[in-house]
């Protein structure tokens, strides 16, 4: 018997592949690598890399709390950037969104992102 339950909210982008917006096994959630959709029209968001990371975080904090949690539930982040110059700008947006103790974290510079986004984070929460 599986003890994993498919999280979804229609607060943040539906899926466009073959995958769950997340799924929670026990007391941990595996949010989906979100990109800068905004979730009304499925469309990108306008504006930088900042407005698009602040996108992203807002999508992955309606999963979170459709999972019964919070982005202060994060113990670990991977963030996919097409370009690392941008790197200071995400780590400034996620000074916002996080409180130390900060969760784990890793960055990588990738060559393409679906949608063709700049920046795609994922994040594993424990509830």
Known sequence: MSNKTIISTNKAPKAIGPYSQAVK????VYISGQIPLVPATMEMIEGDITAQTQQVFA???????AAGGCLDDATKVN?????????AAVNEVMASVFQQPFPARACVQVAALP????????VILAL
């Open 115 to 122: 949608k063709a986004a700049n920046v795609e984070i994922e």
């Open 79 to 87: 963030i996919s950037l097409t370009d690392l110059s941008d790197f």
């Open 25 to 28: 096994a026990g007391n941990t």
């Open 59 to 65: 999508n992955l904090a309606a999963i979170a709390e």
